[in-house]
C-alpha cells in the first residue's frame, strides 16, 4: 500500500541555514507527490507537487524538492531559512485507479527558525 | 472566489450531542474528502466521494457518516459525539489526481 514518512517531527534551524525536510513514500506505481504547508490556525496550501514530469521541481516562496526513484525520497529544501517558515509541512502521496484517488499524509514536520 | 467552503469554522460540543459539518465547492469538482487533523497523527481521511452519489471509508470512518448532498455538497455528520473527536476536520475537493483543494477547517471541541 502507498505511504508517505516524515522523519522528524520537529526541526529546528537557524534564520538563513538550509531548510531539509524529508519524506520517504512507497508506492507500487510512479506517485504523485505533494508537499503543504499549514501556518497555525490556518489551513493547508500547496507548496509543490511532482506530477512525473521534471524530477527538480520547485515551489513558492523558494522551496524546492527533488524526487528520487531510487532512494524513494521526495525531500523538501530551502537553501536560507526565514523567519516567516515557521510551519508545519505535510508530505503527501495521491493513491488510486480509475478516478477513485486520495490522498494519504504523513504525520508532519514542524519547523521552527531561530533567529 | 471559487474555492471549498466549510461551516462552521468553530463548535464545541457536549458528549453525546449530533451535528452536521457543512462542506461545498464551486469549482465542479467530481471528487470530495473529509480529514481530521491531530497533533503528531497529520491529516487521516474519514470519508471521501469519488463522484455524486458515492461515499467510500478511509481511514478513521467510525463515529461519522457523510452525505454528498450533490455534486457541490459533501456533509459530515457525528450522531453521538465523544472526546475523541475533538479535532480539527478539513473538506477537500478534486478533479484530479494531483488537484486537492482545501476548505479552512472547522475546529471542533467535544466535552
Known amino acids: 500500500a502507498q505511504s508517505v514518512t516524515q522523519l522528524g517531527s520537529h526541526v529546528s534551524v537557524s534564520e538563513g541555514a538550509l531548510v531539509l525536510l524529508r519524506c520517504n513514500y512507497s508506492?507500487?506505481?510512479?506517485?504523485?507527490l505533494f508537499w503543504y504547508v499549514q501556518y497555525p490556525n490556518q489551513g493547508l496550501q500547496l507548496l509543490l507537487k511532482y506530477t512525473s514530469a521534471a524530477t527538480l521541481v520547485k515551489g513558492i516562496n523558494g522551496f524546492e524538492a527533488e524526487f528520487k526513484k531510487s532512494e524513494t525520497s521526495f525531500h523538501l529544501t530551502k537553501p536560507s531559512a526565514h523567519m516567516s517558515d515557521a510551519a508545519e509541512y505535510f508530505c503527501a502521496v495521491s493513491v488510486g485507479t480509475s478516478g477513485t484517488y486520495k490522498y494519504i499524509f504523513g504525520t508532519g514536520t514542524r519547523l521552527k527558525v531561530l533567529a | 472566489n471559487a474555492g471549498v467552503t466549510q461551516t462552521p469554522k468553530f463548535q464545541v460540543l457536549k458528549t453525546g450531542q449530533s451535528m452536521t459539518l457543512q462542506c461545498a465547492q464551486d469549482?465542479?469538482?467530481?471528487?470530495m474528502y473529509w480529514y481530521r487533523q491531530d497533533p503528531g497523527m497529520g491529516l487521516r481521511l474519514i470519508y471521501y466521494?469519488?463522484?455524486?452519489?458515492?461515499?467510500d471509508k478511509g481511514e478513521v470512518p467510525n463515529g461519522y457518516n457523510v452525505s454528498r448532498l450533490n455534486k457541490r455538497e459533501f456533509s459530515l455528520r457525528l450522531e453521538s459525539a465523544a472526546p475523541s473527536q475533538t479535532s480539527v476536520y478539513f473538506c477537500a475537493s478534486s478533479d484530479r489526481e494531483y488537484g486537492y483543494t482545501f476548505g479552512s477547517g472547522t475546529r471542533l471541541t467535544v466535552v
Open positions: 469549482m465542479n469538482h467530481n471528487s
Open positions: 466521494s469519488a463522484s455524486e452519489g458515492t461515499t
Open positions: 508506492s507500487s506505481v510512479p506517485p504523485y
